[in-house]
């Protein structure tokens, strides 16, 4: 089965600073259709999970464009150019290409303020 | 506006059962794609299991750790999903999410806390 890891665990960040995060899959995720099926998601503290990016590089509506989504194959980047408070929360990666066994989520990168 | 509205959790016993619904608002529910996903206290996120739209003949697929013990099922005419758990244990113990599938997992509901305790 595919295996999703993200990567680091936790992020310290300063306000107005750059954050970067990583998520490699164990087998590549480019479909046969060609499309890959990587998505990121946002959960806030207390709150339900939002998604922020689908299908690597696509925003979703609302997401402020401090967010970006980039990678190809088994390697995956999620950046926020000048973190803010409001983004404070874990970030997942969530892979739906290979099926079985069904959609697998990375174990989430926490992001602090410093 | 999408809306999802989980209900039915609360505390059972181990061994027991539970059934948790979802009331879908905001889209065409009997075409939607959708989804459980739990979320363990102070973990991460974990995919159970999906039906498909009835035009997709409505077939469901599960995440092996709950496959045949949890059950995935809708009423179209109700716009409503359910999740029936059965054999509960304390790792059972979480929040359950609905989701609707749009290029894989698009909305949450807000979700429903399950405990599984004696």
């Known amino acids: 089965d595919v295996v999703m890891t993200q990567s680091p665990l936790s992020l310290p960040v300063t306000l107005g600073q750059a954050a970067s995060m990583s998520c490699r899959s164990s087998q590549s995720l480019v479909h046969s259709d060609g499309n890959t099926y990587l998505n990121w998601y946002q959960q806030r503290p207390g709150q339900s999970p939002r998604r922020l990016i689908y299908k690597v590089s696509n925003r979703d509506s609302g997401v402020p464009d401090r967010f970006s989504g980039s990678g190809s194959g088994t390697d995956f980047t999620l950046k926020i150019s000048r973190v803010e408070a409001e983004d404070v929360g874990i970030y997942y990666c969530l892979q739906g290409t290979h099926w079985p066994p069904g959609y697998t989520f990375g174990q989430g990168t926490k992001l602090e303020i410093k | 506006e999408v809306l999802l509205v989980e209900s039915g959790g609360g505390l059972v016993q181990p061994g027991g059962s539970l059934r948790l619904s979802c009331a879908a608002s905001?889209?065409?529910?009997?075409?939607?794609?959708m989804s459980w996903v739990r979320q363990a206290p102070g973990k991460g996120l974990e995919w159970l299991g999906r039906?498909?739209?009835?035009?997709?003949?409505?077939?469901?697929d599960y995440a092996a750790p709950v496959k045949g013990r949890f059950t995935i099922s809708r009423d179209d005419s109700k716009d409503t999903l359910y999740l029936q758990m059965t054999s509960l244990t304390s790792e059972d113990t979480g929040m359950y999410y609905c989701?609707?599938?749009?290029?894989?997992?698009?909305?949450w509901g807000q979700g429903a806390l399950v405990t599984v305790s004696s």
């Open positions: 905001g889209f065409l529910f009997d075409t939607a794609w």
């Open positions: 989701v609707r599938e749009t290029t894989l997992i698009g909305d």
């Open positions: 039906i498909k739209g009835i035009v997709d003949g409505g077939t469901t």
